[in-house]
């Protein structure tokens, strides 16, 4: 169930001490949260560092206290990623954000197909919270994104400066598509000094952390791919004027309907 190449990964959420009141930590409710994604058939997005794969959550094991995973595709992929320290799962349940961390991943046979087991997790994380709800930008009102290119090699100097259209936008990152032949974005890049201007708003300024990256480059519009992006070192005041970009557009939205 490979699936880097399609559809951009859900991306790890980074959290802090104040997110303490999106954790769940009781037993009983975390084995109902689990079984449900069983019983939707939800796909299940495992992280491990800058590395990822699609899998599906099988069954929850109370006796054994266990997670039995499907294998996924890629079977080398799956197998380098679980020698991993710990994976990050996440996933969405009736649109909020499940995350869930185990360590101790071990490959097995489960109804005659291989599958890999982890740990109950002993607490997870349900998150419904604004940051998190990404804005696909109209294309009536682009947005771009204006940052320079990495240097080739430490101690040469970053190159010229590229300014590329915003796919979406939440207050934790943004994609970016339609790259040019001579940018080649990876995983773990990082884009210093970027600036997304908000139209009568001001501009988001942010060091921007390359997560996943969709497809090719190219002119030629999002089906060629984008690249999704974290916010790191987010200027003081850049999350409340996303917030109001977002608000903004999400009124002149539904005066259109």
């Keep these: 169930m490979r699936d880097g190449h399609h559809d951009a990964p859900p991306q790890v959420a980074v959290l802090s001490a104040h997110d303490d009141r999106y954790q769940v930590r009781g037993a009983l409710e975390i084995a109902s949260l689990l079984r449900a994604l069983v019983a939707r058939h939800a796909l299940v997005t495992a992280h491990a560092g800058a590395s990822f794969f699609v899998t599906a959550l099988l069954e929850v094991d109370d006796d054994a206290g266990r997670l039995v995973f499907d294998y996924g595709v890629d079977a080398a992929e799956t197998e380098r990623l679980l020698q991993a320290p710990a994976l990050t799962f996440v996933t969405q349940l009736d649109h909020v954000r499940i995350q869930f961390a185990v360590q101790g ?146 009124r002149e939205q539904k005066a259109l309907l």
């Design 105 to 250: 991943m071990e490959r097995i046979d489960y109804e005659g197909s291989p599958a890999f087991t982890t740990p109950v997790p002993d607490r997870l994380t349900r998150l419904q919270r604004r940051e998190f709800y990404r804005l696909r930008i109209p294309r009536g009102r682009p947005l771009a994104c204006e940052f320079a290119i990495p240097p080739a090699a430490d101690g040469d100097p970053p190159g010229r400066r590229l300014s590329l259209p915003v796919f979406d936008l939440s207050c934790g990152g943004a994609s970016l598509y339609g790259w040019p032949d001579d940018f080649a974005p990876r995983p773990a890049m990082k884009l210093a000094g970027a600036t997304i201007p908000l139209p009568d708003l001001g501009a988001i300024v942010a060091d921007l952390h390359v997560v996943h990256v969709q497809g090719a480059g190219g002119r030629g519009g999002t089906a060629a791919g984008r690249f999704g992006c974290r916010f790191d070192a987010l200027q003081p005041g850049g999350v409340t004027l996303i917030q109001r970009y977002i608000n903004r557009i999400e």
